[in-house]
């Protein structure tokens, strides 16, 4: 399989672009899920999606090592060409190096001011200028409305994709009216396209990632997909 065709199978394919057929510059996403059922998984095949199509990313990584999400991309990308058969895997391997950066933010040290303090220091001297921005780690169940507002602004200031992941809790039923559960039901509206992972219904031997919410007309409510259970690799 060449570059291209691994590129047009991606299932998550289907949200890179409006009803329109245009590329959407602009948006702030979320994948939430319980514990331990593969949101940072998500995340990065969202990341590589973007880098395969050319686009620079900064992962930003709260309370874990450089080298943790390193290994995420390492065995996302492995078990990705491994099933695909991917012609020239090294080169694109350091493509995708050449097109990632990796920070890392102790909790108490991320917030807008410091994260955009360090992304223009790399626009402005010329090293890296990311067009889309991942959030691993973000914890909702401290932070304000206004913070995410703020990142928000950001978004629209950097001209970014911002996906984040946050963690639900089985005995939280808090629920917005959009079916965004709890700690980010309060906060839906900020959100452009939210995804939840769910485990395996009776009968499934995987989970799934289910559409809740999508303004930018990528991909209707309700779409589902399959997560492969020992790769976490998101399935066409």
């Given at each position: ?124 001297q010329d090293i890296f200028r990311p067009e889309c921005l991942i959030i691993d780690g973000f914890d909702f169940t401290k932070a304000s409305r206004e913070d995410l507002a703020d990142l928000r602004e950001l978004m629209e200031v950097m001209d970014l994709n911002i996906w984040f992941s946050a963690v639900s809790h089985r005995e939280d039923e808090r629920v917005s009216a959009n ?58």
């Open positions: 399989m060449l570059k291209q065709d691994l590129i047009a199978k991606n299932p998550l394919r289907i949200l890179s672009q409006d009803a329109k057929g245009k590329e959407i510059s602009q948006r702030m996403g979320l994948v939430m899920s319980r514990a331990g059922l593969g949101k940072t998984a998500i995340l990065v095949q969202l990341a590589l999606d973007s880098i395969l199509n050319g686009k620079k990313i900064v992962h930003v990584s709260i309370d874990q090592s450089l080298d943790k999400t390193r290994v995420w991309y390492d065995d996302i990308f492995k078990d990705i060409v491994g099933a695909e058969h991917l012609e020239n895997a090294a080169a694109v391997a350091a493509e995708i190096m050449q097109h990632r950066m990796i920070m890392t933010f102790k909790v108490s040290a991320f917030n807008r001011p410091r994260l955009e303090e360090r992304l223009n220091d790399l626009v402005q079916g965004i559960p709890a700690p980010c039901h309060e906060v839906d509206d900020l959100f452009d396209t939210v995804m939840v992972i769910q485990p395996p219904a009776e009968k499934q031997n995987c989970n799934t990632l289910n559409v809740v919410k999508d303004t930018t007309g990528a991909v209707e409510v309700g779409t589902s997909l399959n997560i492969d259970p020992s790769s976490l690799v998101v399935q066409g």
